[in-house]
């Protein structure tokens, strides 16, 4: 298990990480199954859920179950210009099977490439409206010559299953915080396998602890489809428990970090992502939620209204690699999924102590009898006694621990022993 | 009747304004009846009020009523230096009845001129201190030699009837929406015969609609003692029914765009005012309440608090022109007064369609199953349907339509085909 | 007794602090009581109180009474190094007697100096641990050669009773104002004789007065202690009465003014402090309530929250002399008393008046008929006319004279006139 103090945590989810790589996800269908199975010999309390083809979720049903084994595109030699087993990504998402021989006029209608990114083959999908189609390299696409083209793809489209995970880390009290990451995507890194490996470590961590103030309900879920079906069931629920949560994805990298706020903004999540990106990090990029894109766009949505932000790396939509076959291994480090686990692990920690604090006396109490002060008043004090002094004149029970810290212009890290030694003195408590 | 998108309108309105110039209004008399009387002949149900002299109206009384039939400077060789046939400024407003030979050294008590403007007449109005007097140009009076001559007026000063006009079109609500202007200026042409051809257009425009959801108001008063006296007797039921309105001032000349909001601001007429000056215009300026001039002194008074506020072009008191005989029918323009009647009347229909909405369903909907979403998902939306996702994503009946524009950074006129658009496929609705 | 127009004012509170600056002050003691004795020779009417040692006060005791008669250092031929009566800054504060013969290395632990400030004497005090210690300047301190020395100090500590002064002038409602200074601190004069001399020429102002409509509770208190047992006396009466109030401190140089807010800001203090340092000096520097460091620790802490600021000159803490020998006579000056004198002054007759004032009328009032306004409309008003709409078309009771003010960008003092004058013409009237 990743000791939080392991300098070796990044090597270790980017392992996850490259165990995973191949595996074909899309919404549902083996690749799921086989990722769940992995991540559940990493969290053995982990449920794997099965939902059927056609249940509804809100304005959504579930869709059919998608298989693919094979696909590739065959000149008239025998050659295999394109091939599936090369590149998951070679295939457009939900395929429907075919076999077909056609000119390359004919065949041009199916082919996705990107033109400013010769090298890079698209991640392209068609969930909810039957076709089949292939992607490949813009360099491919420009040698391949008029004449004609066997189209072939091994794919089943049928009533199935849809799965997702689900993990419930009970606390000491019934309030909750979500942590939601995907499993849908195939052959990328950033966007997304980031998100599952570090979700994991966070999960391990969590496991690992003798105890902890909230429950923690930890979901790998298809995007979109699975957080929407996931509300449908649990939306009630979550709106009483959640006290904050966050979006887990785009971890990987390590050329920035960045924040998606919830939709309403201010919410606990949306504080203490802040307070630690800035205690932390200090420079990151801030969107708003104009710029939303992952399950945010169900917990926020209206009638919903989930405490939801995301801390992220390079955001999805904005680095070049993005929803291409150059998101790959090299692009995530284990640095960068070091520095995201840390981050999201202090925010965990920051939440936990995030109580209300009331001091225990009116007016200053006196410090220097409890070996607080200094007894010889001089000029100055030394910074921790005045953070000390300033902990108390501020502690009346309606400021949380990071508005507090934040008022003080202080990190709630540096501040927790202060408290912790107010705490012992009996000059401050938790408000109830 | 003027169609709005007629591009002549500018033209119309300029003649109506031609047509009233030479007519000489006051806060009474026969000037202000035949004025209401042309407008009558524009808006059929235009209804022409008249309250009596010494009638209360909170502090004030409806002053006596004042008829100038002449009034001249003549020399002793019988020349008029001063003319009222020339230019109705020339009398100082409420001038009692005068015929006297005089040194020009005591004429000159009763004469008004500007220095620094000496091709301008000046107005200048005595309503409620009896007085008599001459406007002139400086030109005119520096050469004036001493000697003799006759002050000349034939005017009555005398019990009678202060009128108003007043136009109520029914709307499918009891919600109301006030347009004041007025009628007391005599020929003087931003300000004023702008308000009253331009509130004038656009009672005929509304005139003109199948139906309306805001019952509109739309008064034309003599300044101040009208409005305070139409207040004195509705102010109970405008404060009531009252969702929005205007002040029309000084909207005629080309030269910018002003807004003055009303007293406590951020009211809904503030809001749509600068909404639509953004997109419609971009660059104008913005007046505090601190330099209100018009008839908001009364609307916005505290114990009246109306929601009122003022688009114009070059408001009163900050053009060289203003309440001087330069302000005429050259300084405003067909295109001035087009361009003030398209941004009122967007201002209206914006007020019209300002509702708050609210999405059909929990989560994002399917768009894809209602052709509203492309079916391929490849990196990026296009713009419309991103802010048709960004309307539904915020559509939680909290903001009304101008606030959730302004929230995504849009014109409410570039979001009402997507808003027509969702509410036809059932996504969204109004609250009501 | 100063008259609030007397030039001459600051020299007499500069009289006062030099009669006063000899006395050796500290939480106790014959010095706080001589103090005291010169203050009712003031203020008849000042009160003087005894608590008895041990008495509680929230998380504190009352200390026991400290007496000094002689202090000093001798060497071996009988010369004295440092000697109290030299002055009284020589000897720590609460230092037990003492009489040994010990090397200069022994010594040393039990002296004081500055390194950076070699001239100045330092201030130092042990409360709440018992010591003895001598403060010397570091010049001194660096002439003194090893050898055998006599550290000499005749004092006592013991039960007693620790003194404070109090002044209630009552007014013609139960409302309060708190001025709150303090007599603890040996020979220094910004911080702290300043406080106290200007407190009293306060209260002999306020005295003099023939009625006032607030209660002034005016006290002079050992800093801390004092504060926190007179709170824990009379802090229930305390919040429910008090309006505003001032600790009175370091307002006796004339280098700057400056501002520290109450702990929660924005109170009826906070607000006129500010507002009349706005206006009367423009310029001056605003701390935050992380910069405290008087009494207000003790009046905002959680549970008291009074709404409790300062006006001060050089502030505790940031000039070079603060808690030196060097903070003498000299550094205060007539000028810096008096010119702190005016504005708390000033702010206290600020807050006489800050009632919210209602318009009697509806609508804008007939100026004309009350010779409040030209008769002869013209271009423009003039910038009486102007305030005194102003005020009328705000008056609507929600706002108090300061917040008014603030809105129409004046200055409350030069407001007063016109505020009487429409209060006798009866358009304006007081909320009660």
Redesign the interface.
């Known amino acids: 298990m990743p000791d939080s103090s392991d300098t070796v945590l990044g090597d270790v989810m980017h392992k996850w990480a490259a165990d995973l790589f191949k595996v074909c996800r899309s919404l549902t269908g083996p690749g799921v199954r086989e990722s769940l199975s992995y991540l559940t010999n990493l969290l053995p309390d982990l449920t794997t859920h099965g939902v059927s083809t056609g249940t509804k979720?809100?304005?959504?049903a579930v869709p059919e179950e998608w298989t693919i084994r094979e696909a590739y595109i065959e000149d008239e030699s025998g050659r295999r210009l394109v091939d599936f087993n090369e590149n998951n990504l070679h295939v457009?998402g939900y395929s429907i099977p075919t076999d077909l021989w056609m000119d390359l006029e004919e065949l041009d209608a199916h082919l996705?490439s990107l033109p400013e990114q010769p090298d890079a083959i698209?991640y392209?999908?068609?969930?909810?409206?039957r076709?089949w189609g292939f992607c490949l390299t813009h360099k491919v696409r420009q040698l391949m010559k008029a004449g004609r083209y066997r189209a072939y793809i091994d794919s089943d489209l049928k009533p199935g299953i849809m799965n997702y995970g689900e993990l419930i880390i009970e606390g000491d009290t019934e309030d909750e915080i979500l942590l939601s990451t995907y499993i849908c995507h195939p052959s990328m890194a950033n966007n997304e396998l980031s998100g599952p490996v570090v979700t994991t470590a966070l999960a391990r961590w969590l496991t690992s602890l003798e105890s902890t103030r909230y429950t923690y309900r930890i979901i790998f879920v298809p995007e979109?489809i699975g957080?929407?079906l996931y509300?449908?069931r649990h939306?009630q629920h979550l709106q009483k428990a959640t006290v904050a949560g966050f979006v887990v994805t785009c971890v990987g990298d390590d050329r920035t970090y960045s924040f998606l706020p919830s939709?309403k903004g201010e919410s606990l999540s949306d504080r203490v992502a802040e307070h630690v990106l800035k205690h932390m990090v200090g420079d990151y990029d801030r969107y708003t939620?104009?710029e939303?894109g992952s399950d945010e766009?169900?917990y926020?949505?209206?009638?919903?209204?989930l405490p939801i932000c995301s801390i992220m790396r390079s955001k999805y939509?904005t680095y070049p690699e993005?929803?291409t076959s150059l998101d790959d291994l090299d692009l995530i480090s284990p640095a960068g999924l070091e520095g995201s686990f840390r981050v999201l692990q202090t925010a965990i920690q920051v939440l936990e102590e995030n109580y209300h604090y009331?001091?225990?006396?009116?007016?200053?109490?006196?410090l220097?009898?409890r070996g607080l002060y200094p007894?010889?008043?001089?000029?100055?004090n030394t910074d921790d006694t005045r953070l000390l002094m300033?902990v108390l004149?501020?502690?009346?029970?309606d400021m949380d621990l990071i508005g507090l810290a934040n008022h003080?212009?202080q990190d709630v890290t540096t501040m927790l022993p202060i408290i912790e030694k107010l705490r012992e003195a009996k000059l401050l408590s938790r408000v109830t």
């Open positions: 979720a809100f304005d959504w457009v996705h698209p392209v999908t068609s969930y909810y409206s076709r979109t957080s929407v509300l449908s939306f939709r939620y104009l939303r766009r169900q926020c949505s209206p009638g919903i209204d939509g993005y929803h009331k001091a225990a006396f009116r007016c200053e109490p006196q220097g009898k007894t010889l008043s001089k000029k100055r300033d004149a501020h502690a009346d029970g003080l212009g």
